[in-house]
């Protein structure tokens, strides 16, 4: 026992080391004022500087932050009521049809969705720019949250139901007052996955983006092909510092949000 739990330490030192190195490099070299990643010069802040001072590229992120947030919400919105309608349909073989689709939506190349949106949206006529690349990102973004909402209410008894009708609660009460504070977990877990997944889309966007409208990931794709700059490496790092502080504060929140077990009990 002593040995496995020894390799496996040391097999998960290597695998972080694996993923956060190419990220530190790249960060240690925003530094450099020799303007390659050849050889590290002299510390500097002029890329920083490079980077706030571009406002197409200030804009670029706030329009990428809007989408990122206005697809998660109304994606969350819309799988939660999703997984509820699938969760209560009587018809057992509809209802595994439903799920085996939302699942091929999650698993289908992101190249698939994105040359399907492209042809969709010419056919019909829709402009490619914001709204675009907010049905798309909503699109794909729905079946991320029904996923994470189902075992939830999977989990809940159906007695709490049951017994909250009993007392008289209305749909809506039952709604509001057993079913979502239950599944708030669910609720929330599916809201930043879907945000992650539409900060982080890169094939989709690529595809139904417009002259005009683009988003992070494809302008630092666009930046790259031009050739590496170290201003790319200055923006993956504020990026990474600001994911790195969210992930650090909901941590400190959501342990502050747990109440102490057993303080107070006398035996």
């Given at each position: 026992?002593?040995k496995t739990?020894k390799?496996a ?6 695998v972080?080391?694996?993923l956060?190195?190419p990220i ?7 530094f450099n004022?020799g ?5 590290f010069?002299?510390?500097t ?8 001072s571009?406002?197409?590229l200030i804009?670029i992120?706030?329009n990428t932050?809007i989408?990122?947030l ?18 209560f349909m ?9 799920l085996?689709l939302?699942?091929?939506l ?14 969709l949206?010419?056919?019909i ?6 709204a675009?690349?907010?049905?798309s ?19 809940m008894?159906s ?7 009993d007392?008289g ?8 007052r057993?079913?979502?504070p239950?599944i708030k977990?669910?609720i929330f877990?599916g809201?930043?996955?879907a945000l ?5 889309d890169f094939?989709?966007t690529?595809?139904?983006?417009g002259?005009?409208?683009t988003?992070l ?9 031009a050739?590496i ?5 200055a923006?993956?790092?504020i ?5 790195l502080?969210l992930?650090i504060?909901y ?6 949000g747990?109440?102490?077990v057993?303080l107070?009990v006398?035996k």
């Amino acid at each position: 026992m002593e040995k496995t739990s020894k390799f496996a330490k040391i097999y998960l030192a290597l695998v972080f080391i694996i993923l956060y190195a190419p990220i530190l490099y790249l960060i240690l070299y925003s530094f450099n004022s020799g303007g390659t990643m050849n050889s590290f010069d002299t510390f500097t802040w002029e890329h920083y500087a490079a980077v706030f001072s571009d406002t197409r590229l200030i804009m670029i992120l706030i329009n990428t932050v809007i989408v990122a947030l206005l697809s998660a919400l109304i994606a969350t919105i819309v799988g939660v009521f999703g997984a509820l309608g699938i969760v209560f349909m009587r018809n057992k073989s509809l209802r595994n049809s439903i799920l085996s689709l939302n699942n091929v939506l999650i698993v289908s190349p992101d190249v698939v969705i994105g040359a399907s949106f492209l042809i969709l949206f010419t056919m019909i006529g829709v402009k490619l720019g914001f709204a675009s690349v907010l049905i798309s990102h909503i699109a794909f973004s729905i079946p991320i949250v029904v996923l994470m909402v189902l075992p939830k209410l999977q989990e809940m008894n159906s007695s709490l139901i049951d017994a909250a009708a009993d007392l008289g609660a209305t749909r809506k009460d039952i709604l509001t007052r057993v079913i979502i504070p239950f599944i708030k977990p669910g609720i929330f877990v599916g809201f930043f996955m879907a945000l992650t997944y539409s900060l982080d889309d890169f094939a989709v966007t690529f595809f139904v983006t417009g002259n005009g409208f683009t988003t992070l990931s494809v302008e630092i794709y666009s930046m790259a092909r031009a050739g590496i700059t170290l201003t790319i490496n200055a923006l993956t790092g504020i990026i990474f510092v600001v994911t790195l502080l969210l992930v650090i504060g909901y941590y400190f929140v959501s342990q502050r949000g747990k109440k102490p077990v057993g303080l107070g009990v006398r035996k």
